[in-house]
């Protein structure tokens, strides 16, 4: 073939049936062993030795009866709760914060309120809440002379894994940080796929998760 020619003949690789059936299985294997440990993955729950309970604001009720019962069984000494204001009822429910909300409920279900601390934020954030409650918490206990060797940060499910990452990032090595996972009551661990609520919650954290491991960069 000449020096100027307009086409050439190239060889190429291509996969047989066998290849085809090989390629199709390991991806099915790949997709169930995802499908399978998503969750467990996700619901990280591996707690530290401490006397300070940190908990999220937004959890539902059955998680901060959760949260009370792991409290008092373990012997803590502080709870400090984040707050975020509230995006839903706040002109009928007479709280600045979730967090206030929540402290409120404990109270309500016989919690001495003189171990409860809230941190809420002082402006309306929509972005990285997390992070910015973590850090909100972080300042506090700093401003205040707490500097334990660790804190217990209570969850949701498979928010648990992020929520950690986050306050290990606001917190900078400074304080370890521990994980307590309540389970989401609203769809079965096990087969979180099957409702749509699961489905939904165990996939927007997965790309949570990714967003924070490979994007999320602080600020400060």
């Known amino acids: 073939m000449g020096k100027f020619a307009i086409f050439r003949k190239k060889e190429r690789w291509s996969t047989t049936w066998l290849g085809k059936v090989l390629i199709l299985t390991l991806f099915i294997v790949l997709a169930w062993l995802f499908v ?16 300070i309970m940190i908990l999220e604001g937004f959890l539902p009720d059955f998680a901060i009866e959760e949260s009370m019962k792991i409290f008092n069984d373990r012997n803590y000494k502080l709870m400090i709760i984040s707050g975020k204001k509230m995006i839903k009822g706040a002109s009928l429910v007479p709280y600045e914060n979730d967090g206030l909300y929540t402290a409120a409920i ?14 809420g934020l002082k402006n309306d954030v929509m972005k990285d809440r997390t992070y910015a409650s973590a850090t909100a918490i972080m300042d506090w206990m700093s401003q205040n002379g707490l500097k334990p060797e660790g804190v217990n940060v209570v969850s949701l499910g498979c928010h648990s894994r992020r929520s950690r990452l986050l306050f290990e990032k606001a917190f900078k090595d400074e304080i370890k940080i521990g994980i307590i996972s309540v389970q989401d009551i609203g769809y079965d661990p096990k087969f979180w796929w099957k409702s749509s609520y699961g489905f939904k919650t165990v996939l927007n954290e997965v790309f949570a998760l990714t967003y924070t491991y490979l994007f999320f960069r602080p600020l400060d």
């Open 106 to 119: 404990l109270v309500k279900m016989g919690f001495d309120s003189t171990l409860i601390k809230v941190i």
């Open 36 to 51: 399978k440990n998503s969750y467990s993955f996700l619901a990280q729950n591996s707690p530290l030795n401490s006397e």
